[in-house]
Nanobody, 113 residues
Framework: QVQVVESGGGWVQPGGSLKLSCTVSGTTFSSRSITWFRQVPGKQREPVAGISAGGRLTYEDNVKGRFTLTRDNSKNTAFLQMNNLKFEDTGVYLC???????WGQGTQVTVSS
């Protein structure tokens, strides 16, 4: 059974940085794409950044130049480096693949002064 665990969230002031981790077990991680999503109460879960099995990257327009997605297949982990955080980056961040696995708990990111 595939297990997804997100971590690294927290509270940060605008302009600050956080690095999120997405660790996956129970599957061949290296052959799967990974997408980070942001969930805000009352809104649909939206993709923020994605990386294919071959390393091709995609970013939501609002995070381009601020977020960097990488993966370390030896650790079955994908990382989302988030710099120059803004109020609108606040939310629960979750990662998944396509076809999707069972969703993890996510990690809360709060940007507030």
């Amino acid at each position: 059974q595939v297990q997804v665990v997100e971590s690294g969230g927290g509270w940060v002031q605008p302009g600050g940085s956080l690095k999120l981790s997405c660790t996956v077990s129970g599957t061949t991680f290296s052959s799967r794409s990974i997408t980070w999503f942001r969930q805000v109460p009352g809104k649909q879960r939206e993709p923020v950044a994605g990386i294919s099995a071959g390393g091709r990257l995609t970013y939501e327009d609002n995070v381009k130049g601020r977020f960097t997605l990488t993966r370390d297949n030896s650790k079955n982990t994908a990382f989302l480096q988030m710099n120059n955080l803004k109020f609108e980056d606040t939310g629960v961040y979750l990662c998944n693949s396509f076809p999707n696995w069972d969703w993890g708990q996510g990690t809360q990111v709060t940007v507030s002064s």
